[in-house]
């Protein structure tokens, strides 16, 4: 079945951990993005990639950290440093010179 | 980058259409107005993008304004499964960035039996 896997879908962790946020796709496009979403907010871009081994700061890309190892693969790691992680986070991709972007189903996580 | 302003919230009854406007005045020649919604606990999904002529697909219709500052997305005839926050974006990727790929609050579309 093609498409955007997040996961896991939901996510707890403690106060000063480290967690990562997995997200693959089988669309075999190019770029990929981070992107987190407050309660009743719009969407902040985190981090994206353009290509394999290459990604860029977005807007809020402080207490976060990412890899593309793989064009398959994007996952997010959520530091310790993030002042306030508790949030939904989106992956999308994008097909390099098409316009749509497709998102994943989202991850919770909430740092107790 | 270009900037959209869209209304809160909107109300409108099941079966009857639905008109959700979007001003981006500061619109470039090769700006492409996207619309997405995203339903509660989900990731938003494209529903339709245009760049001057009105457009058209099964799950809605895209009028835009000959100037290109506004645009207008419209659901023929609602239904409950419609409710959702509706975004208007224009994005862009020049020198391959991730310009304009700003989601701001959207629109929440409330829709009554």
């Known amino acids: 079945d093609g498409g955007i896997t997040q996961s896991p879908k939901y996510l707890f962790r403690k106060e000063g951990q480290n967690v990562t946020l997995s997200c693959e796709q089988n669309l075999n496009h190019d770029a990929m993005y981070w992107y987190r979403q407050d309660p009743g907010q719009g969407l902040r871009l985190i981090y994206y990639s353009q290509i394999v081994n290459d990604f860029q700061k977005g807007d809020i890309a402080e207490g976060y950290s990412v890899s593309r190892e793989k064009k398959e693969s994007f996952p997010l790691t959520v530091t310790s440093a993030q002042k306030n992680p508790t949030a939904f986070y989106l992956c999308?991709?994008?097909?390099?010179?098409?316009?749509?972007?497709?998102f994943g189903e989202g991850s919770w996580l909430t740092v107790v | 980058d270009a900037k959209t302003t869209q209304p809160n919230s909107m109300e409108s009854n099941e079966e009857e259409p639905v008109h959700l406007p979007c001003n981006h005045s500061?619109?470039?020649?090769?700006?492409?107005i996207h619309w997405y919604r995203q339903l509660p606990s989900q990731g938003p999904e494209y529903v339709i993008h245009?760049?001057?002529s009105n457009v058209n697909n099964r799950m809605a219709s895209l009028a835009i304004a000959e100037d290109r500052k506004s645009s207008t997305l419209i659901l023929h005839r609602a239904t409950l499964r419609d409710a959702a926050v509706y975004y208007c974006?224009?994005?862009?990727?020049?020198?391959?960035?991730?310009?304009?790929?700003?989601f701001g609050k959207g629109t929440h579309l409330i829709i009554q039996p």
């Open positions: 999308a991709t994008r097909l390099t010179g098409g316009n749509t972007i497709y």
């Open positions: 500061t619109i470039s020649g090769t700006d492409y």
């Open positions: 245009g760049l001057t």
């Open positions: 974006i224009l994005p862009t990727y020049s020198g391959g960035g991730a310009d304009g790929l700003t």
